[in-house]
């Protein structure tokens, strides 16, 4: 039996294993893979529009009853800078020439839209039985909204101070996100990058500041870190890296190259792909302007000057202009189906968690 059973069941669900909600990364196929196999499924709205919400979140309820979660981020829109804009690209009008790029043309602008009215009409029309945050929570209106559907209210914490935050403000759980986790720092109520705390030094501390269940995420990718996390205080762990090895996973050809190269790849926190601080497979743009780039855009305005860049490099292969996100311990993933991942998860973790019980 596991050792804490609070967010298994708070979360209706036989598995305490949630699937990080990767924006780009994953839609319904895998949610439903982690869904029937016991864990949580999660399905990340933050590229989506509303009707494509709808559309994701119609086909995992026709294919599994199980709980689901649905993910948004809560950051402020950014407030536009001509110059800082202007200067950025001048930072990449050396990759726009070296591919016979026009560098003073238009650039798609970013669709990652923070949790708003619309999303959360959506919510109250789709009713979720979890709904989990990034970059902290939306307005109270709107939360208070959310909570009144019945669904289960999830965000992430990268300090002890903000895990505090999130409990005053009415959350069931909380994920501590370690500094190991791939993709972007959850953070809120800090800029300091620097000061990013580790997975094992977060969770206990959490845990000792909040009574609502604790998730522990980053750095976990088998079953060794999952028991670790319950030895730590943890109810349950959130895993994203090792879920880019699935292939529902919805990653480019290149990303997946680079994630099988496994530890012989080293991540660096960048901001040079979004604006904010985020893990990702260190490549050429890192290594060139970054990895923390002090004059890229605010969040999300960023990526529109790379999308060009990548477009015209991916076709070949290249992920020199991509985003490869990725936690720190990739090169404990292995290849396999979703369902087979979660359950092979839990039971190496179970064996584990049972035998030191057992000492």
Known sequence: MWPDQRVMQMLGIDLPIIQAPMAGAGLSDLAVAVAEAGGLGSLPCALLTPDQLRTQFGVIRQRTARP????FFCHRPATPDAAR???????????????????????????????????????EELRPEVVSFHFGLPKQRLLNRVVATGAKIMSSATTVDEARWLEAEGCHAIIAQGAEAGGHRGMFRTEEIATQVGTLSLVPQVVDAVRVPVIAAGGIADGRGIAAAFMLGASAVQIGTAYLFTPEATIAVPHRRALAAGSGRETALTNVFTGRPARGIVNRIMRDVGPIAADAPQFPLAGGALAPLRSASEPGGSEDFMSLWSGQSAGLSRAMPAGDLTRNLADQALALLVRGSNR
């Open 68 to 71: 689901i979660n649905v993910n």
């Open 85 to 123: 804009e202007a200067k950025w690209r001048r930072r990449l009008e050396p990759y726009y020439q070296e591919f016979g790029l026009d560098p003073n043309a238009p650039v798609p602008a970013s669709n990652r839209a923070p949790f708003d009215e619309e999303f959360c009409a959506l919510v």
